[in-house]
């Protein structure tokens, strides 16, 4: 059971680095960005070919991956700003186009990470100390520096100006900023944390497939929700730590959809199903429903 | 005194029929939803049945379903160990590849099933020699590439289109193995790529005045979108051959391989033999033969196509007048 839970918060943090990812877009920047299905497997593909066809250091394959995501972002960005798309648009274009990029990257369907290195294999085979929780303590020091190092940003003259730019681009023209800068900036700095994201899940994994990313804006929208349902603070510290929080959550409530579902006579297809039911039960824990009548601004 | 023997005897012999007779815990997991894996599912539990290993009695089954979702792929692995399953049967190259990781090294045996090329996806290190797979082993469903086109060839094709998804890892390896081996059959291939069932009825007509035969593989989605390619096959006259034979009656001209459900009783015989003591390591892949050909009439006569004699006698059933016949050996 203990095993159980450090693999759920495992993936809650793995996850949890692209959900802080789609806060940035979709929260601060108020961008619904669909790309995110889409870099978050370039990430992955970009991760897993290059560690096995290319030989490369599965550490250095990361930073790859997360400028690769940030090259997507920045494609979507422009999309935007320049040629004037409608962002839900723009998003969805870079999600259909990164599909046959993807599928160039990895060259087939699937990559098998079974024989080569992996970051994530050297952590929690590395550390004999720390035993099954060797990996669970490196990801939580990683993610948090992450998120410090956001929280940092986002306190800075131009992470002031990218929230601002979310907030209310004309007045940030008057102000002299450029919001078509900051929307580019932003998108290119939430795909490169999903794609850095899908690239350590691959590595976690084992393989990384062409349709691991379907579904990525779904739960990350999921964790920054109930992130912000639980933790109703406007100052980012809190608003990101809030994100991390929901995708923990998010992945307890699959665990438990699959562990226990079964107990209350539900089969292996429901498990979506029980997923929503359990989120939802957890949203509608006493107090937290008043809060969320009083209405928060959401974007 | 010798009464008193007997009967500490047959009670010893009880109890350690009692200890070894814990029933085996199995899990047996699939990627997504498909009536294919559904199948392979069946028949694993219904062969082991058949093999003296019933649910509740000698065995459990815990039956996981990752819904198409990776995550999921990689938590019910991680359950299946928490729960301390004894034998895990994966369906699927996702599913197989998820469960292969957590499972690295471990002495559980894993048995895959429905993998097409278990080797290129390092499932395993070879398919011949087992001594390096460690705790894996399982069941391929390869079909003969060449065989099939062989036939197509038989009654008259020269280009064959290709309706498949590259999204699906046995697809890709089926159709580069189509486009490797049909220039020595005299044959060319046209590829028509579908990435979802909603864009299969596109890809058939886009291959409508370009080829004069048209082949599926076991590709889920396709298959599943079957009636699209059947309608344009028809329409522009060709032959269409699919190498799932439980499509016969959906009107393909023509159904080669074996079923999926039979894949799952062959799985079924492998699991079987690690429940009876041998390693995986001791048992090379599975690759399934005894493909069987199968013959639709009633398309056939809607196409204006006559099947060659050596064709309808190798064929194991025919599908005429409505209804599936099959051969009396």
């Known amino acids: 059971m203990v095993l159980l839970l450090i693999h759920v918060a495992e993936q809650g943090l793995l996850y949890g680095m692209a959900a802080l990812g789609i806060f940035i877009s979709y929260r601060i920047l108020c961008f619904p960005d669909l790309t995110v299905d889409g870099s978050f497997v370039t990430g992955a593909a970009i991760a897993s070919s290059l560690v096995v066809s290319g030989g490369v250091n599965p550490a250095v394959t990361l930073v790859l991956a997360f400028l690769a995501g940030a090259l997507a972002g920045t494609v979507t960005g422009l999309l935007h700003t320049r040629l004037g798309i409608a962002d839900l648009l723009a998003g969805v274009l870079s999600m259909i186009m990164l599909y046959s990029i993807n599928l160039r990257i990895m060259g087939r369907p699937s990559i098998s990470l079974l024989r080569v290195e992996t970051v994530t294999r050297g952590i929690s085979e590395g550390i004999p100390l720390l035993g099954s929780a060797a990996l669970l303590v490196v990801l939580t020091g990683a993610v948090l520096v992450t998120k410090l190092l956001l929280d940092f940003f986002l306190r800075t003259e131009v992470g002031l100006a990218l929230r601002a730019t979310g907030d209310n681009p004309r007045m940030v023209t008057a102000q002299g900023i450029d919001p078509r800068r900051m929307k580019v900036l932003g998108l290119a700095l939430s795909n490169g944390l999903v794609a850095l994201s899908g690239a350590l899940v691959a590595q976690y994994s084992g393989f990384a497939d062409i349709g691991m990313g379907v579904g990525t804006i779904v739960t990350g929208l999921a964790a920054v929700i109930i992130g912000g349902a639980l933790i109703r603070s406007r100052r980012v510290g809190w608003m990101t730590a809030g994100v991390l929080l929901g995708s923990l959550l998010y992945r307890l409530a699959v665990m438990i959809a699959l562990r226990f579902g079964y107990a209350i006579g539900f089969q292996a297809s429901d498990v979506k199903l029980v997923t929503s039911l359990v989120v939802i039960i957890a949203l509608v824990v006493p107090g937290i429903r008043e809060r969320l009548s009083k209405g928060a601004k959401t974007c | ?329």
């Open chain 2, 1 to 329: 005194m010798k009464r008193i023997g007997l009967v500490v005897a047959l009670v010893g012999l009880m109890l350690a029929v009692a200890a070894g007779a814990a029933p085996v815990k199995i899990g047996i997991c699939q990627i997504v939803e498909h009536p294919a894996l559904d199948a392979v599912r069946q028949g694993v539990i219904d062969a082991l049945k058949d093999a003296g290993y019933s649910e509740g009695v000698n065995v459990e089954y815990v039956i996981a379903n990752a819904q198409g979702d990776m995550s999921n792929a990689a938590i019910i692995a991680q359950n299946f160990r928490a729960q301390g399953v004894n034998l895990v049967v994966a369906i699927g190259t996702g599913m197989a590849l998820a469960v292969a990781e957590v499972y690295r090294g471990a002495e559980t045996p894993v048995v895959f099933s429905a993998i097409t090329d278990p080797v290129s996806y390092a499932l395993v290190k070879s398919a011949t020699d087992p001594s390096e797979n460690g705790n894996i082993t399982g069941v391929s469903d390869l079909i003969d590439v060449a065989a099939d086109l062989a036939i197509l060839k038989e009654i008259g094709a020269k280009r064959v289109g290709i309706v498949y998804n590259p999204g699906e890892p046995n697809s890709d390896v089926l159709t580069k193995t189509a486009k490797q081996v049909a220039p020595g059959l005299g044959l060319s291939i046209v590829e028509a790529v579908a990435d979802s069932t909603a864009n299969v009825p596109l890809a058939a007509q886009s291959l409508l005045g370009r080829v004069d035969a048209i082949f599926v593989t076991t590709d889920n989605t396709v298959v599943s979108a079957i009636d699209a390619v059947v309608a344009v096959a028809i329409d522009a006259k060709v032959p269409f051959l699919v190498a799932d034979p439980t499509s016969l009656k959906f009107g393909p001209a023509i159904a080669a391989g074996f079923d999926y459900y039979e894949h799952g009783k062959i799985t079924a015989g492998v699991v079987a033999r690690i429940l009876r003591g041998e390693r995986p390591n001791q048992i090379p892949v599975t690759y399934v033969t005894g493909s069987q050909v199968h013959l639709n009439l009633d398309t056939a006569a809607k196409i204006g196509l006559t099947f060659p004699q050596s064709l309808v006698d190798k064929a194991a059933s025919i599908y005429y007048g409505g209804h599936e016949w099959e051969k009396v050996q």
